[in-house]
Nanobody, 127 residues
């Protein structure tokens, strides 16, 4: 079993930055593609960005293009979401999810592609 724990959320000002962490335990993240999703009240959970298991491929939603990046630290068994130029519309609960296999392919936005989910971390962007 893989356990995922997100951290690093909080309050940021518009134009500011945050780095979210997705720390794994139980199994190595090297075998999983990792996706970050976000959700606001009354809306469906939406894909933000993903990275393949070998870190060769990333994909991102148009809404975060040029502002968010993703990276993987194999030694720490952790994946990071780097968020820059934050906007109020980035306010949401952010979740990381693991897809056993290479991941981050054509179906990376589909929630049922993922085998494990974290509990989420709140990000609020406000002045």
């Amino acid at each position: 079993q893989l356990q995922l724990v997100e951290s690093g959320g909080g309050l940021a000002q518009p134009g500011g930055s945050l780095r979210l962490s997705c720390a794994a335990s139980g199994l190595s993240m090297d075998h999983f593609g990792i996706g970050w999703f976000r959700q606001t009240p009354g809306k469906e959970r939406e894909g933000v960005i993903c990275i393949s298991s070998n870190s060769d491929d990333t994909n991102n939603a148009d809404s975060v293009k040029g502002r968010f990046t993703i990276s993987r630290d194999t030694a720490k068994n952790t994946v990071y979401l780097h968020m820059n130029s934050l906007k109020p519309e980035d306010t949401a609960i952010y979740y990381c999810a693991a897809d056993l296999g290479r991941g981050c392919g054509r179906r990376w936005l589909y929630l049922d592609e993922y085998d494990y989910w974290g509990q989420g971390t709140q990000v609020t962007v406000s002045s």
